[in-house]
């Protein structure tokens, strides 16, 4: 088993909350310490608290087990951020009402606000033309069809 998958299964168990759930284990092998960061989202959103407690108890984990031996590593608990894709479809669910940048295969790129989502798909409506020609489209997409798909954050 890999490391990075032990580490996934060690955070899983550490995560108590049912609407808290694992998004991803990253391992750098730069030179120095080993950084390993665990992305962590919810339902409902997460608190600083809540990475916090994860972090504690996953660093005693890791320090009682032989998992990464020796080796000094920096271990680094947080939520993923706006550079981080979408993986699963309780992340999309939870940022219904967004603006979604997705990437589909071949290069193409679609912008959208995301109005629903079921277990296959997405919708999201695209305003085309402007002024008095704009119009309001919807576009179902597959999650099959997505290569990309990230939370745009608007400053307006």
Do not use: W
Not at 16 to 22: E, I, K, R, S, Y
Request: contains cysteine.
């Amino acid at each position: 088993m890999e490391i990075a998958d032990e580490i996934r299964r060690m955070a899983e168990s550490k995560l108590t909350d049912p609407g808290q759930f694992l998004v991803d284990v990253v391992i750098s092998s730069r030179k120095g310490p080993k950084k390993v960061l665990v992305l962590i989202d919810g339902d409902n959103g997460l608190t600083i608290d809540d990475c916090s407690k994860l972090s504690r108890e996953l660093s005693k984990t890791l320090d009682d087990s032989a998992l990464l031996g020796d080796d000094n590593y920096m271990l680094e608990v947080s939520t993923p951020g706006v550079d981080h894709p979408l993986k699963f479809v309780r992340q999309y669910k939870k940022n219904i009402g967004r603006k979604l940048k997705i990437k589909l295969p071949g290069d193409k790129t679609l912008e959208g606000k995301l109005t629903e989502v079921t277990e296959e798909q997405i919708t999201i409506s695209q305003e085309i033309g402007t002024g008095k020609m704009k119009q309001i489209t919807s576009r179902d997409i597959k999650f099959s069809e997505i290569d990309k798909a990230f939370v745009l954050v608007s400053f307006k």
